[in-house]
Structure formats: C-alpha cells, structure tokens
C-alpha cells in the first residue's frame, strides 16, 4: 500500500508537522513524506491519506505514532564529542533535549563518570519509537565506532549468540538518565533549572520563528552560568537571546 498524497493532503501534512515538531516541509520532500506515510497507512490498515488524516485528528495515540515515523534520528556516541570539554564537576544538572535513541546521553554521562564526577541528565525527544531505543540501550556496534576498546570494555555489554555484533550500556549508565517524551515546541519548560543543556542538531531544522520560541524556552531552563550547546551545523544568528557567544556552538548565560 503505498500513499498517493494530493497537493491538499500534503499541505495538511506540513501544516501538522510544522504545529507539532517544528519541522518546515516542502515539495521536495514530498516522496519522502508518501513513503514514510505509507507505512503507516500499513499499520493501520486504512487505505487512503484522507482518511488517514481524519484518524490523526481524533487519534492522539496514531498522530504521535506519525511523529515518529516522519522525524528523521541519525546518531552516534560521542559524536561531536568536542563540545563534552565544556563539561565540568559542577555541572550536575545536564539536559539533553533532543536526545534521539539516547547515544548523546549516554555519552554524556560516560564522558563525566570519566572526569570524576556524576551528574543527574534528563533526556528528552518527540519520538516515542526512539525513546524505546533510548531505555532498552542496545544498540548494533557500529554506534560506537568513536569509542575506544577500553572505554568500549567498561562502558557496555558484549552481545553474544542471536545479540552477536549489538552492545548494551551497563545498568550504572543507564540509571544515570531518566528518559521523556517532550515537545520543544509545545510542551512548557520544566521548573528545574539545568546546569547544561544540548539541544544539538534539531535547530537546523527549524526556521526563525520556531528557533526564538524554542531558545526561549532553553533559556528559561538554563541556570544562571549554565552552558547552552548546538550543534557544529547550527547557529544563533538573526535570533534575539541574551546569551553570551563563547565559541561556535557554545553559549553561556551570564
């Protein structure tokens, strides 16, 4: 069953996407948008986008299910791993708040316990299909090409048997982080205020409206002397803040 999307259904799509999570769709992707809404029509056994799109209008539960599908997740431990040197023992609160299948965490967490201390990291996405990842910790060897064997052999579990080529965190890692569902367009920040927050490489998807309101919101968040870090790819050019530019990627409230 494969999804044939009319210009009124696409633009429906987009209008819901760009409500829910931000991200701003055009008609190059909407190949992209067919393909990944197929497989939803599949799931749930309905056989048009029309009525696909009446479900998710009275379906919490299915248009999250379409969040998931339609958000893209590509990471990997210690990717960036430069910004993790801004880390320091005071930094007891950490954020990450678009955490994907949790390898940003994680590392996080193992590039602290390293350093000697032990922070409390909350960490956070739209996509309840990656946070199931995320919780489980397992994951295929490949995720940790940037780790070295001795932190590989401290760190993680070796598969064995039908698991042969999957790692899994070790349960000391995995109690470190507390894993949520949240909105970083919708949902209201937390009242906790965080020593650190990543919000790396979901900017870039946004435009500048969805930008202000989401730095905002971290900025709230963010404890006075507290570090907001982006990704390598992302800036805070033409947005209003009053954080101050350390380096790229790297911002820090006065």
């Known amino acids: ?50 009525e696909y799109l ?8 299915e248009k ?11 990471t990997y431990f210690f990717r960036e791993c430069g910004h993790f040197e801004y880390l320091e023992a005071n930094h007891l609160s950490i954020w990450s708040a678009a955490c994907s299948s949790g390898e940003e965490p994680y590392s996080i967490a193992i590039y602290c316990l390293e350093k000697g201390f032990r922070p409390s990291i909350w960490a956070t996405d739209i996509s309840t299909q990656v946070l199931e990842t995320a919780r489980k910790g397992i ?12 932190l590989l052999k401290r760190y993680f579990d070796k598969g064995i048997g039908r ?20 909105n970083l367009i919708n949902d209201m920040p937390p ?10 490489n979901v900017l870039i998807y946004f435009d500048r409206e ?14 006075r002397n507290g570090y907001l870090i982006i990704g390598g790819a992302e800036s805070l050019t033409g947005i209003d803040h009053h954080l101050k530019y350390i380096s790229p990627s790297i911002y820090y409230k006065a």
């Open 1 to 50: 069953m494969t999804a044939v999307l009319g210009q009124r259904e696409f633009r429906e799509i987009c209008d819901l996407v760009y409500r829910e999570c931000g991200i701003s769709l055009n008609e190059s992707k909407k190949k992209l948008v067919e393909s990944r809404l197929s497989k939803r029509l599949r799931a749930s056994g309905i056989s048009s986008a029309r």
């Open 54 to 61: 009446q479900l998710i209008q009275r379906d919490e539960r």
């Open 64 to 74: 999250i299910s379409f969040i998931d599908t339609i958000s893209t997740n590509h």
């Open 139 to 150: 994951y295929p060897m490949g995720k940790a090409r940037a780790l070295s064997t001795t």
């Open 163 to 182: 698991w042969d080529g999957y790692i899994k965190v070790k349960n000391d890692i995995n109690k470190m982080v507390t894993f949520s569902r949240f």
């Open 191 to 200: 009242k906790e205020r965080f020593d650190v927050i990543f919000c790396r």
């Open 210 to 223: 969805v930008k202000q309101r989401v730095i905002s919101r971290l900025y709230s968040a963010l404890r």
